[in-house]
T-cell receptor, first 110, second 113 residues
Framework: GESVGLHLPTLSVQEGDNSIINCAYS??????FIWYKQESGKGPQFIID?????DKRQGQRVTVLLNKTVKHLSLQIAATQPGDSAVYFC?????????FGTGTRLLVSP | DAGVIQSPRHEVTEMGQEVTLRCKPI?????LFWYRQTMMRGLELLIY????????DSGMPEDRFSAKMPNASFSTLKIQPSEPRDSAVYFC???????????FGSGTQLSVL
């Protein structure tokens, strides 16, 4: 079956550094990927998405990279700020239901 | 739009009691999802509906859990009887189409004593 997992449970960075959060998936049929951000006490919120016909997509301070060959995607956050501290989830579609991993916690220290 | 609305925000109950969680999806969204979040297992999909019809309930832990969607603007998740291991945050989410991004509610923090 499909699975989506995260490499690191916690990532600690200094304010102003760039952050990279990684995610692996197993189902080669996945054709759409989404990154969500979950702040404490809130539900996950959409950040950025990418379709399988692309390998890179940029937003404001965030970039998602997709490597279909190794079934890997990453979320890059430029100039990380304290407000970026949260749990980040990747999710994949292309099959019956969305699958989430346990998330990666990003801790930003001043 | 107010987004996905869940109630109650917090629920504390005693083991054996019935618990009902409520959700109002975003107007016009055809898909509604119920998730459970714990530290150990992360976000788990319990059940999802399309046009008010349950499509996949394979994530529902056991018969104590049931979900309904009587109309396009309301869904309930019921646990009867509740057990301490049901303690978690329960999220409802909706989306405008199959495979589209989800919009989550603020969740219900359930504590079963």
């Amino acid at each position: 079956g499909e699975s989506v997992g995260l490499h690191l449970p916690t990532l600690s960075v200094q304010e102003g550094d760039n952050s990279i959060i990684n995610c692996a998936y197993s189902n080669s049929a996945s054709d759409y990927f989404i990154w969500y951000k979950q702040e404490s006490g809130k539900g996950p919120q959409f950040i950025i998405d990418i379709r399988s016909n692309m390998d890179k997509r940029q937003g404001q301070r965030v970039t998602v990279l997709l490597n279909k060959t190794v079934k890997h995607l990453s979320l890059q956050i430029a100039a990380t700020q304290p407000g970026d501290s949260a749990v980040y989830f990747c999710s994949g579609t292309g099959f019956q239901k969305l699958v989430f991993g346990t998330g990666t916690r990003l801790l930003v220290s001043p | 739009d107010a987004g996905v609305i869940q109630s109650p925000r917090h629920e504390v109950t005693e083991m054996g009691q019935e618990v009902t969680l409520r959700c109002k999806p975003i107007s016009g969204h055809d898909y509604l999802f119920w998730y459970r979040q714990t530290m150990m297992r992360g976000l788990e999909l319990l059940i999802y509906f399309n046009n008010n019809v349950p499509i996949d309930d394979s994530g529902m832990p056991e018969d104590r859990f049931s979900a309904k969607m009587p109309n396009a603007s309301f869904s309930t998740l019921k646990i009867q009887p509740s057990e301490p291991r049901d303690s978690a945050v329960y999220f409802c989410a909706s989306s405008g189409g199959k495979g589209e991004k989800l919009f989550f509610g603020s969740g219900t923090q359930l504590s079963v004593l």
